[in-house]
């Protein structure tokens, strides 16, 4: 099976949005957390530009990782889980050619 050919079925396709979804949201959630961290030791106006430079740098990182597009969701899959935002256990009922692939995506 390549990669970049393979076929989601309805089943699977709902399960990819939805760990799709639950990686994206923890993504946000933890930079929601942490900009309130960093707002509340804002003391001057250099700490506001390190803000919106912290601000801008993630928002730039998230929109380039986070592409629901089938011919690339098993590279995405394997980033969020080497990333800590999504586990293995959240694909569960992929076929197993593509758990596989994600699996040594991983490894790499």
């Known amino acids: 099976m390549q990669i ?3 076929e989601w079925s ?3 396709q709902e399960i990819a949005q939805s760990a799709f979804e639950k990686a994206y949201r923890r993504e ?3 930079v929601v957390a942490a900009v309130r961290t960093r707002a509340a030791h804002v003391t001057e106006l250099e700490d506001v ?3 919106n430079d ?4 993630r928002r730039h990182e998230i929109d380039g990782k986070y592409d629901y597009q089938y011919p690339v969701l098993i590279f995405v899959f394997a980033q969020l889980i080497k990333e800590g935002w ?3 256990d959240d ?3 992929l076929a197993d050619e593509k ?3 994600i699996s040594a995506l991983v490894r790499m």
């Open 99 to 101: 758990l596989v692939k």
């Open 86 to 88: 999504l586990q293995l």
């Open 49 to 51: 530009w390190r803000l």
């Open 54 to 57: 912290f601000l801008s740098a």
């Open 4 to 6: 970049a050919s393979a």
């Open 10 to 12: 309805g089943i699977e």
């Open 91 to 93: 694909l569960k009922g």
């Open 28 to 30: 946000v959630e933890a």
